[in-house]
């Protein structure tokens, strides 16, 4: 179930569900669970078909593009199932660099969901590109796992558009966090 959460700066952010912390039984969250912490193959399998629908349907099947991923508060960290997803999902899309984020996190920074900041300042003090020059004018699909407040996510587009000349297409998120 794709939810259409907003459009910033003319870049729709697609949910594919949401994100239910307090209930631990909910499918869809334990799939997010599993995505990011074990690198599940059925969450993959899962999130790979729900995110093949929305880039056929948003026409991104025919011109490469780049992937990014919001990093993880954790610098150096990165979610475990985000390698295997991007892989599958190249078998039917043209994207342009498989192994490697395009976004990094330059310090850790205390989860929103732990008191840390939330401000979008905040978050783009702490992130910035690979691959600069590849980039500019070149189109990228941006990838998170879960939002609150979305700030970390906005950053993140802010950085691509403004510093790095990017075309972001489109951000898909595995899940919208409901409380």
Same mark, same amino acid.
Request: positive net charge.
């Given at each position: 179930m794709a939810i259409k959460v907003e459009i910033y700066r003319q870049v729709p952010i697609i949910a594919l569900g949401y994100y239910l912390p307090e209930n631990k039984k909910d499918a869809h969250t334990q799939l997010? #669970?599993?995505?990011?912490?074990?690198?599940n193959p059925d969450a993959v399998k899962h999130f790979v078909g729900l995110t093949r629908e929305i880039l056929m349907i948003d026409g991104m099947d025919g011109a490469p593009f780049?992937?990014?991923t919001v990093p993880s508060s954790t610098a150096k960290k990165s979610h475990k199932?985000?390698?295997e997803y991007f892989r599958?999902?190249? #078998? #039917?899309f043209p994207i342009k660099n498989l192994n490697s984020n395009l976004l990094?996190?330059?310090?850790s920074k205390q989860p929103a969901h732990l008191g840390g900041p939330r401000d979008k300042a905040a978050q783009i003090a702490t992130l910035n590109t690979?691959?600069?020059d590849r980039i500019e004018g070149q189109a990228v699909i941006l990838f998170d796992d879960v939002i609150a407040s979305g700030n970390s996510l906005k950053a993140s587009i802010d950085l691509l558009l403004?510093?790095?000349k990017a075309i972001v297409k489109l951000a898909i998120i595995m899940g919208k966090s409901k409380r």
């Open positions: 997010i #669970s599993s995505f990011k912490f074990q690198g780049f992937v990014a199932g985000f390698p599958e999902l190249g #078998s #039917s990094y996190r330059t310090e690979r691959s600069c403004d510093n790095k």
